[in-house]
C-alpha cells in the first residue's frame, strides 16, 4: 500500500522524530497562548462586565470585533514590534517560539474577553444583590463569577485553543517555519504541501484533527458532567 | 461582640427612580428583638423598602442611620425569595460569606459544623446547592444568614415559592432566629404567615408608611381604610 495517507500512518506509529519535534513545538506555543490569554483575559472580561465607565461600549465593541481579527494581521503587528527597528526589537525575540506565542495570545485574547465579560454579565446580574448581601463588593466579587462560571468560560478558552491551533498566518509570519526550531503543525502542512511531500502533511492534518476532536469531546463531556453535578 | 446595630432608624426615607417616587416619606424606628411584618399590596414597595434598609440601595431622600452610626454594618443578612446559591457545594456556600469577614479557617470550619447540624443539612453537606429542592435551597439560604450571626435578618417572601409543608419548616425556623434574639424584618403577602409571625407591623400602600402597629390591634382594628380592605380581601378569597 502506497499514498500519502499509508504514508502518514507509518509516520505517526513509527513515532518519527521530526513528526514529534513539530507536535510538541506547536502544543508548547498554542497552550502557552492559551494559558497567557486566560490569565490577562479571565479577569479583564470579568472587569469589563462589572465596570461602568465613558467609552465602555466601544471598548466591548473593539473586542468583539478583534474576535474576527485576521491571523495574518496580528501576526504582521507583533512582526512590526519585534523587528530589528521596531520597539521592541532589541529583544530579538522575532523568528523565536516567544514570538509565535505572543502572536497568539494576541489572536486569542479578544476570544477570552469577550465570552468572559458575556458569561460573567449575565452572572451578576442574577448573583449581585445576594452577594452584595453577603459582604463580596465588586472587586470580591470578580473570582467568584469567574469560579461559578467555570463551565460557560471552558468553552470560550476552548474556542480560543481551537482558533490558535488552526492559525498559519500568526505563527508563519513572526516565527518564519524554521525546521526544528519555529516549525509547527500548521505552517508544516503549507510548505510540506507545497513540496509535494503530502504523506508527512497528512499526518500532521490527521494529528491536528484529532487534538481538536479529542479537546471538544472531553470539554463536552466536562460540560454535560457538571451540569448534572453542579446544577 | 460587635456594637448593637439596632434599633434603625429612618428619617424621612424616600426613593425615587427620575420624577417616579416609588418610595417617600418613610419615618420608622425598628427596635432590637421583635418581628416586623411589612405587609401590603403588590407594587406597595415592601422589596425595595426591605433593599433600603439592608443597604443594597441607598436611599435618594431621607436618612437610614444605624445605631452603631456605621453606614451598613456587617452584622445583617438578607433572605430572598429566591435565594441565589453558589454553583457549589453546601458547605462552601455556607463557607462563603465566612471567608468574606476574614474568619479564620479552623473557627469557620467550627461555625459551619454547627450551621449544618442546626439546620438539618448534615447529610447534604457535600451536595451541590443548585441541586438541592427548592424548600431545601432555602433552607440553606436561612442556615448561610445564621451562620453570619446577624443581628437583624430581612427577609422577602421567603416562602412565597415554597410548599406549605416546606413554608411550616422555613416559619418555624423564622421563629428560632426570633428566640435566639435575632431581629426579624419580613415581607409577606401570606395573610396568615403574618399572622403567626408578626409581632408588630408596618403597612405600606404606594409607596408610603401608612400604618405602623402592634400585631394584636393590627389584624383586629387596623386603623386606616386601605388597611381594612387589605385585610378584608384575605377573607373574601
Redesign the interface.
Known sequence: MDGPFATAFSLIASGDAALMQIIGLSLRVTLSAVLLACLIGLPLGAALALARFPGRGAVIVMFNALMGLPPVVAGLVVYLALSRSGPLGSLALLFTPTAMIIAQTLLILPIVVSLTRSVVEDLWA??R????????GRL?AVP?LL??GRVSLLTGVLAGFGRASAEVGAVLIVGGNIAGHTRTMTTAITLETNRGNLGLAVALGIILLTLTLTLNAAAWGAGEWAKR??? | MTAAILPLELRAMGYAVGAAALLSDITLTIPAGRRLMVMGANGAGKSLFLRLCHGLIDPTSGQRIWADGSARPAAQAMVFQRPVLLRRSVVANLDYPLALTGMAAQERRFMIARTLDRFGLKDMADRPARLLSGGQQQRLALARAWAMRPQVLFLDEPTSALDPSATRIIEKMVAQFSEDGITIVMTTHNLGQARRLAQDVAFLHSGRLIERARAADFFVEPQTAQARAFLAGDLIW
Open positions: 442574577e448573583y444583590e445576594q452577594l452584595l448581601s453577603l459582604g463580596a470580591r467568584t469560579w461559578d453535578r453542579l446544577g
